[in-house]
């Protein structure tokens, strides 16, 4: 008799554990109608709870997020999220903030959900080319009905300025016809890129003696009108000078 009522008292102590950790304060709303069919389905016996603003589940959430965290490379930031149970789950839409005085927020991406699932999902989501600044990220969960929920980073991301000249190799290359050259200066400074041939000939100039805040950049090239070949690009700063080889392929 003692043997069976441990293994009882454990098993509601497990199941009470459980429950506790899909449990959310505020809820994540779903529609009355058919977020009560959706719990019902889910759940079995748990009947969607009706309330002033929607369907709760009666407290457990559409979408337990267990970790959202962030790694920062150079101009890339990289996110990571898990979840441990998903009901009626469309995706997540990614969004983005700037702190300078607006913060207003903005789409930069979507990641499809597993609809309904009860084991942890792990989900990645990468942001490249950002401007220094300083920056907030944010997960809009959305089910298949419309309703959504958020979940903040808590964490404020810093892109820094860069800390020395660089000129990058162009990608893709060999190109055809267009390519992208990446530099990075690390004080503000009046930048040149111009491209040449083989022969040392000027064939386009991208950027003329203009003046760039210490930053990140992309420039974008279009050799349309120029015929297959090697050809060079150079960047001149007040501080820095570099050249490096590319390859037109039509």
Do not use: H
């Not at 920056?135 to 991301?157: C, H, M, V």
């Not at 930048?191 to 992309?218: H, M, Q, R, W």
């Amino acid at each position: 008799m003692k043997i069976i009522i441990i293994i009882f008292t454990l098993l509601i102590s497990s199941t009470l554990t459980y429950a506790q950790s899909i449990v959310i304060g505020s809820g994540a709303e779903l529609n009355a109608t058919s977020g009560a069919d959706v719990c019902a389905t889910y759940w079995g016996n748990i009947t969607g709870n009706a309330t002033g603003n929607g369907t709760q589940c009666n407290g457990i959430m559409p979408v337990e997020l267990l970790t959202f965290s962030a790694s920062v490379n150079k101009t890339t930031v990289s996110l990571y999220w898990q979840t441990a149970v998903e009901i009626n789950n469309s995706g997540f839409e990614v969004q983005r903030t700037i702190k300078d005085g607006n913060d207003s927020w903005a789409k930069i991406g979507f990641v499809n959900g597993n609809g309904t699932k009860n084991t942890p999902t792990n989900y990645t989501f990468s942001d490249s080319k950002i401007k220094t600044g300083k920056y907030n990220y944010r997960l809009k969960q959305i089910d298949f009905n419309g309703n959504f929920t958020f979940y903040s980073l808590n964490t404020l991301i810093t892109i820094n300025a860069p800390d020395k000249f660089e000129l990058s190799q162009n990608y893709p290359n060999p190109f055809n016809p267009t390519t992208n050259i990446e530099f990075q200066i690390p004080v503000d400074s009046k930048v040149t890129l111009k491209i040449y041939d083989i022969t040392g000939k000027e064939v386009a100039t991208l950027i003329n003696n203009e003046f760039k805040s210490a930053d990140y950049y992309t420039v974008s090239f279009n050799a349309v009108n120029l015929a297959s070949g090697i050809y060079f690009y150079r960047i001149t700063t007040d501080k820095f000078t570099s050249m490096k080889k590319m390859v037109m392929i039509k």
